[in-house]
């Protein structure tokens, strides 16, 4: 296996007791074409009842949450619900996480 993600800028901030973690990324390979195969590409008049329409999306969604796991997991982020994972263009994506944090922001110099 390649390389799949290329970090190209991260950046982070704390804000109101949490820190803020922003990271512009790369997906490549295999990895690209797994997050673009985990889109919603049908409409519902693909399908002949609302069950299978359900089960195709649901099968998505499943593609989506792996795809999220696995880059969080080469990026060495902590396990976080304010996770999230956002196309920008091409193949390019913007991560951002928080984490609660009692740390205080350093002061403008």
Known sequence: MGKELEVIAQGEFIDQGYRVKTIAIRLLG?????EL????LNARGCYSS???WQKYRAGKSVLQKKIKEKVRQML???????????NVLSEIYTVVAMY???ETPKEDR
């Open 30 to 34: 295999e990895l690209q074409q797994e």
């Open 37 to 40: 195969d985990s889109h919603v």
């Open 50 to 52: 609302d069950e299978e």
């Open 76 to 86: 060495k982020l902590e396990d976080s619900e304010s996770f999230v994972l956002e």
């Open 100 to 102: 609660k944090t009692n």
